[in-house]
Each structure stands twice: as structure tokens, then as C-alpha cells.
């Protein structure tokens, strides 16, 4: 039997390889297996939003993804006899680095995390699947399947399932998975369109429901997603340009909006899906953990799914590498689930409404799609404030932790600036680029001279940094803040008394007065 792990992680699809990523960067003894004998070839889940780049900085991988996707700052609203072009993220994100919405296939965005984590030696064991596990004192017995067919068994502390909607951790756990499947079927396509304005995102509303085209770039140019029509049968290429002749057709005559027809050619791949809305009753049950599809699936309007997996994981793998190590109580872990399971039911909640609204039969909702919107929507989208509470919302940059467990600020709060569990905003514009280490970061502002000397990093120098902002920091009184290594605040007070800090540090990260035995201890 080999030796024990701190993590098996099952699944290798984005969170899978999002969370193995962080946990090697931490040195945490780990395993990352799937089923599938290869990654993703398709381009899937095709949008990845900025707060889901901001957090994925820090492991170096950041700009290979940019660099192979398309940057969409343009959304083409295609409406009966009228078309508007829309700005994507051009307000409310002035705070990130990466203020646009990035268009890469799922299989590039795999095939970026999968380098980083080979050239850091780790090797993810495809076509290697989970098939029993047994609760054995301070570990999991975990029953492995090999390609070839023979079995292995580990032991894990933790076993993180990331293996999507029909999760084995999930049923291995005992944890339901609780809601229903829309009645509609989709269509799904990568492929060629001639006819579309290139670099922009093209819907087009009508009563029957929306079309999209999304930029792709590979491995086709553009992504087609449609609901489609009553009837079954394969999916093929006539049956889409049936879809896109229908759903483009002018009111008023029998050409595109645009007075040409939209020409549809080489797919790549075609296919027809069902979409769900469902989120697991728990996020934790004793040593298994559930992220990404595992835990919530729903809708992919807005393109949330993907982004919300990847920041599940980047929220648990450093609380599983401090626990483990010794770092930090188990207390830790509890914070995962009262963290993100309201981000997860946020998310289908939210995905739920715009679906309805985009899909429903509903007459009044047909009449809202036809007529109402080509009059409302240039009011709408007119006002600064909406838009940037709604770009603000699907970029992820407003997701926060205030109401958790971890998140507190001292008997001084500042005035202005980011609170306790609040994101670290790019304020100013740099600061993510100094606090993307490993760890903690204390920011210390104002000037140097005011700060004791002896700060509170006695025993946690590798795992704690202190950067000195001066003035030039998101808060304008003097403060101190300390920064998780997810990048959220922790901690936040006004003044130089590091009381509280040191309160905070004591209870999360105690450091050299939290030992750990040789065998280690056991996750509950």
C-alpha cells in the first residue's frame, strides 16, 4: 500500500485541476485521478470571467490562458428591427486587471492547468476511477480502478470530489443532491458562421426564446447554443441553419436583421443537452469535499458554472494545505461550506431567472421578448449604475465573505476601502501583482515609521507577508489588512493597535503553537 496522502482529489476537469494547482503550490501531498481516459477535447464551458483570472494569477497561468483566448469588451444585441452593440465590463470593473470577458474552449482552459501542473511533476492519473471508499480511522480507504482493470487502494485524509454532476464522492459521502431539469432541450455547436461581426458576442432575442454566438477562436470560430425546437432527430448541421434562419429572420421581410443571411458551415462538434438546476445539501460531510458540478449545476446563462467550480476550489485547496500541515485548526474547513454554499445558491438562483426570462413559454414572457425589450433595452442599458451592478455581478468581482466566519474587522473599521471579506481590489493598479504569493499578506498603509517593529510573524514567516503601501493603498485612513491567500480580507482595522490582528492570527493561523503528531491528525 503506498503511503498516506492529505488529499485525493477526484475529478480532473477545471476545479480538479484548479484545486490540485494550489495544493502544489503548498507542497500538500496529493493525488488527482479521473475517469476519463483523456481531457476534455471540446470546447465546453467556453467563458472565463475576471475574478476567475485574478485568482488564477498567482499559479502563472494567467496570461498562457489570455494569450489563447479571445477578449470579448462587445456584445452585439440582436433585437426584432433593431440591433444594439453593448459594452462588456467597460464600467464597474475599473478595479481589476482584466476587465473583459475571455473566450477560450474548456479544453484549452484544461490544457493551460494541466502543463503547470507537469511542470511542476505532478501527473494527473487518467482513466483511473474512484469506485468505493471506507472510513478507516484517521484516513479514507480509497478503492482505485487502473486503465487496466486492477485495483489499488489509498488512503487519504481528505478526498475532494470535483467529478461533476454525477459525482461518486457526492454518493460515496451520502450527501443528496437536491431539483429538477428544465423541460427544454439545447443545442450546442462549435463552428463556422459567416454573416457575424468577428471579435463581439452575438445574441438575438425573439418570442421563441435567444441564440447566441460566442467568439471561440478554436477549435472552431464560434460557439452556437439554441434552444431547440419541438421534435427529435439527430443533430445536424441543416438543423441548425434551420434554427439560425428562423431565430435571425427580420419582422419585416424574409433577410437577416442585417440584410444577409447567416451562413453556418464546418462543425466541429454538435450535440443536444439538458439542462439542470440542482445544489448539494451540504459542501462537507467529515473528510469528503464537494466543488464545482459535484456540488451545484445549473443554467449557463451568464457563464457561471465553470467560474464558480475553479473559485470553489481556490477557496478550499489553501484551507485543506494549512489544516494538514498543521497550520491551521480544522475550524478552517467549516469555513468552506458557509463560505461558498451561499455563492453556489447565489448562482442558481440568479442563472434560474435569467433562463426563465430567456426561455419561457409563458405568453406574457414571449410578448416581453418581441415587443417590450426593443424599447426598454436602449433605456436600460443607458444608465451607468445597473449596468455596472450587473457587470459587476457576472464578472465575480462582487462576490464576498462578509457574513463568514473568517471574515472580521477590528473596533476601528475603516471609513472607506474594502471591508472584512470583501475581494482585494487592483487598488492601485499593481497590488494583486504583490500579493499573489502563497499565504497571508499583511498590508500595513501610511507611513512606515508608525508600525512596531515587532510585527506578529514569529513562527508563520512562510506562510505570512508584510508589504508597507505608504498612502498609496485602497484605504485612505491609516490601516492594516490582512489578506487570505484567496484573496479576500481577513482582517481590516483603522489605527496601528494590532490587538485584534493578532487575536485573528491566533485563531487561524496559530502557527508554531498548533503542533501536529508524526501520523497526523485525522479530519472529522
Not at 413 to 437: E, F, I, S, W, Y
Request: aromatic share 6%; with cysteine.
Amino acid at each position: 500500500m503506498t503511503a498516506p496522502l492529505d488529499v485525493l482529489v477526484v475529478g480532473a476537469g477545471p476545479t480538479g485541476l484548479a484545486l490540485a494547482t494550489q495544493l502544489r503550490a503548498y507542497d500538500t501531498p496529493f493525488r488527482i485521478v479521473d475517469r476519463s481516459p483523456d481531457r476534455a477535447r471540446e470546447s465546453r464551458a467556453p467563458a472565463i470571467q475576471p475574478r476567475t483570472l485574478e485568482m488564477l494569477a498567482g499559479f502563472g497561468v494567467t496570461d498562457d490562458l489570455v494569450d489563447r483566448g479571445s477578449m470579448a469588451v462587445r456584445l452585439h444585441l440582436h433585437l426584432p428591427r433593431r440591433e444594439l452593440e453593448v459594452p462588456v465590463f467597460d464600467v464597474g470593473c475599473e478595479d481589476t486587471p482584466y476587465p473583459f470577458l475571455l473566450f477560450l474552449p474548456q479544453s484549452e482552459t484544461e490544457a493551460v492547468l494541466a502543463a503547470r501542473l507537469a511542470s511542476r511533476d505532478v501527473t494527473v492519473e487518467r482513466g483511473t476511477e474512484l469506485v468505493g471508499t471506507e472510513r478507516e480511522g484517521r484516513y479514507v480507504s480509497c478503492r482505485l480502478r487502473r486503465p487496466d482493470g486492477r485495483q489499488e487502494t489509498v488512503r487519504a485524509r481528505c478526498v475532494v470530489g470535483c467529478d461533476g454532476a454525477r459525482s461518486t464522492v457526492r454518493t460515496q459521502a451520502g450527501i443528496a443532491f437536491e431539483g429538477q431539469a428544465y423541460p427544454q432541450t439545447f443545442l450546442l455547436a462549435d463552428l463556422e458562421v459567416e454573416g457575424l461581426e468577428p471579435g463581439a458576442a452575438h445574441t438575438y432575442m425573439t418570442s421563441a426564446g435567444m441564440l447566441f454566438f460566442f467568439p471561440l477562436g478554436t477549435p472552431a470560430t464560434w460557439r452556437m447554443i439554441a434552444m431547440r425546437p419541438p421534435g427529435g432527430g439527430e443533430v445536424t448541421l441543416g438543423l441548425l441553419q434551420q434554427i439560425a434562419d428562423d431565430w435571425t429572420r427580420d419582422r419585416t421581410g424574409d433577410t437577416g436583421r442585417d440584410g444577409h443571411r447567416l451562413i453556418l458551415r464546418d462543425p466541429v462538434w454538435m450535440t443536444a443537452f439538458r439542462i439542470h438546476n440542482r445544489g448539494a445539501t451540504h459542501y462537507r460531510k467529515g473528510p469528503f469535499f464537494l466543488a464545482g458540478d459535484a456540488a451545484h449545476i445549473h443554467s449557463p446563462a451568464g457563464g457561471q458554472g465553470m467560474n464558480t467550480g475553479i473559485q470553489d476550489a481556490l477557496n478550499l485547496g489553501w484551507k485543506l494545505a494549512h489544516v494538514c500541515r498543521g497550520a491551521a485548526p480544522e475550524e478552517l474547513l467549516e469555513t468552506y461550506e458557509a463560505e461558498r454554499a451561499p455563492v453556489g445558491h447565489g448562482v442558481r438562483r440568479l442563472t434560474d431567472r435569467a433562463f426563465t426570462v430567456g426561455t419561457s413559454g409563458n405568453p406574457a414572457l414571449r410578448l416581453a421578448r418581441a415587443h417590450l425589450a426593443p424599447r426598454l433595452a436602449p433605456v436600460l442599458l443607458r444608465a451607468a449604475r445597473p449596468r455596472a451592478r450587473l457587470f459587476r455581478t457576472v464578472s465575480e468581482l462582487g462576490i464576498h465573505y462578509r457574513r463568514g466566519p473568517a471574515s472580521t474587522s477590528g473596533p476601528r473599521r475603516p471609513r472607506q476601502g474594502p471591508q472584512a471579506g470583501d475581494r482585494l481590489p487592483d487598488l492601485p493598479p499593481g497590488l494583486h501583482k504583490r500579493t499573489v504569493a502563497p499565504g497571508y499578506h499583511l498590508l500595513l498603509t501610511g507611513p512606515a515609521h508608525l508600525w512596531p517593529s515587532a510585527l506578529p510573524t514569529h513562527g508563520r514567516h512562510d506562510l505570512l507577508s508584510v508589504h508597507h503601501l505608504g498612502t498609496d493603498s485602497p484605504w485612505p485612513d491609516i490601516a492594516h489588512a490582512l489578506v487570505r491567500p484567496d484573496g479576500y480580507v481577513g482582517y481590516v482595522a483603522r489605527g496601528t493597535d494590532l490587538t485584534g490582528l493578532r487575536a485573528y492570527l491566533d485563531r487561524w493561523l496559530p502557527g508554531p503553537t498548533l503542533q501536529v503528531s508524526a501520523d497526523r491528525r485525522a479530519i472529522r
